[in-house]
């Protein structure tokens, strides 16, 4: 890929979906002239925009993760399309998946839908991932520590699979884009950071790939990094990459995976006297789980699994100064 001064530019702007980082993201959206959404096309997309239903109305048949966020953001866009932006919802990995549910509700065989030839990967991808998953959750109440470690060992790895997949035929989708528009808006979660060596490849002519970590400065103004990386991510990520990591190391991460989950906030928390509380609320699980030996990890999971975030936060913070 060529780059030179002035050619078009793609940045990928990494960030979780979560209230607070619409603000950092409309301010980078903003000085783009297309974006694109991390979601599959919607046949009613193009009606919300053009404002014939409510953002309250496009949701009303969608299964979204985060209610709040997904209703603050559609209000962001529409506000960016009515200033001249063109936007565009791409992520093939979720449309294929869709189709497949689509297929095996309407009765047809598991057999002929796995192997389609358009969908047969993504098929396989999610068929094992959900298999490791499905291990892993069987694992965490019977098993003993070091086995439920292997089950997460597992899991990060057909996870790390299919994240490469999805961001490899998310890059072939994008690459089009690349001399369209002088200046293009990817959305993007932390995780899919393969987006950008897959892009790489793929574009061709002079172009500009830009990486951006939309809350990287309050990020590194706490902890010197641009995102709060847990050790299940980071697992995932040297699985995703092929980067070496030593059995110790690789057992460790998967260990405190396993502690930091407990530690955090799963509700959608609003901006207030802190205008990042997710990402406060990260900075301080790594904090805590970074300061776990292996061993720590064993002593910690059984007395925790269940526990709710506030009270694992107190069983950490008392474990660590009493040890």
């Given at each position: 890929?060529?780059?030179?001064?002035?050619?078009?530019?793609?940045?990928?702007?990494?960030?979780?979906?979560?209230?607070?980082?619409?603000?950092f993201?409309?301010a980078?959206?903003?000085?783009?002239?297309?974006?694109?959404?991390?979601?599959?096309?919607?046949?009613?997309?193009?009606?919300?925009?053009a404002?014939?239903?409510?953002?309250t109305?496009?949701?009303a048949d969608?299964?979204?993760?985060?209610?709040?966020?997904?209703?603050?953001?559609?209000?962001m866009?529409?506000?960016?399309?009515?200033?001249?932006?063109?936007?565009?919802?791409?992520?093939?990995?979720?449309?294929?998946?869709?189709r497949?549910?689509e297929?095996l509700?309407?009765?047809?065989?598991?057999?002929?839908v796995?192997?389609?030839p358009?969908?047969?990967?993504?098929?396989a991808?999610?068929s094992a991932a959900?298999?490791?998953?499905?291990?892993?959750?069987?694992?965490?109440?019977?098993?003993?520590?070091?086995?439920?470690?292997?089950?997460?060992?597992?899991?990060?790895?057909?996870?790390?699979?299919?994240?490469r997949?999805?961001?490899?035929l998310?890059?072939?989708?994008?690459a089009?884009?690349s001399?369209?528009?002088?200046?293009?808006?990817?959305?993007?979660?932390?995780?899919?950071?393969?987006?950008?060596k897959a892009?790489?490849?793929?574009?061709?002519g002079?172009?500009r790939?830009?990486?951006?970590?939309?809350?990287?400065?309050?990020?590194?103004?706490?902890?010197?990094k641009?995102r709060?990386?847990?050790?299940?991510?980071?697992?995932?990520?040297?699985?995703?990459?092929?980067?070496p990591?030593?059995?110790?190391?690789?057992?460790?991460?998967?260990?405190?995976?396993?502690?930091?989950i407990?530690?955090?906030?799963?509700?959608?928390m609003?901006?207030?006297a802190?205008?990042?509380?997710?990402?406060?609320?990260e900075?301080?699980?790594?904090?805590?789980?970074?300061?776990?030996?292996?061993?720590?990890c064993?002593?910690l999971?059984?007395?925790?699994r269940?526990?709710?975030?506030?009270?694992?936060?107190?069983?950490?913070?008392r474990?660590?100064?009493?040890?």
């Amino acid at each position: 890929m060529l780059v030179v001064e002035n050619s078009p530019l793609i940045t990928i702007g990494f960030a979780s979906h979560r209230p607070e980082v619409l603000p950092f993201i409309e301010a980078e959206m903003s000085r783009h002239d297309a974006l694109v959404m991390e979601e599959a096309p919607e046949e009613d997309f193009q009606s919300f925009l053009a404002g014939d239903i409510s953002a309250t109305e496009y949701l009303a048949d969608k299964d979204v993760e985060f209610p709040e966020f997904s209703l603050r953001q559609l209000d962001m866009v529409k506000g960016l399309y009515n200033q001249g932006k063109a936007i565009r919802q791409v992520e093939p990995y979720q449309e294929k998946l869709i189709r497949i549910h689509e297929l095996l509700a309407a009765g047809h065989p598991r057999t002929e839908v796995e192997n389609r030839p358009e969908l047969k990967e993504v098929y396989a991808a999610e068929s094992a991932a959900s298999q490791f998953l499905l291990r892993f959750y069987k694992a965490a109440h019977t098993a003993p520590f070091a086995g439920v470690v292997e089950t997460v060992k597992e899991f990060a790895r057909a996870d790390a699979a299919r994240f490469r997949l999805r961001d490899r035929l998310r890059a072939e989708a994008l690459a089009p884009f690349s001399q369209q528009f002088p200046r293009l808006y990817v959305e993007a979660g932390y995780i899919h950071l393969f987006l950008i060596k897959a892009l790489t490849r793929l574009v061709s002519g002079p172009v500009r790939l830009r990486p951006r970590f939309v809350l990287a400065p309050r990020s590194f103004s706490a902890i010197g990094k641009p995102r709060p990386l847990g050790p299940g991510d980071l697992l995932t990520l040297h699985y995703i990459f092929a980067s070496p990591l030593s059995e110790e190391k690789e057992n460790l991460l998967a260990a405190r995976s396993l502690i930091h989950i407990q530690l955090l906030d799963k509700s959608e928390m609003a901006p207030g006297a802190d205008p990042t509380p997710h990402l406060t609320d990260e900075i301080r699980a790594l904090r805590l789980s970074s300061r776990l030996a292996f061993e720590d990890c064993v002593t910690l999971y059984p007395q925790m699994r269940k526990a709710p975030p506030e009270k694992a936060v107190a069983m950490v913070k008392r474990f660590l100064a009493t040890n």
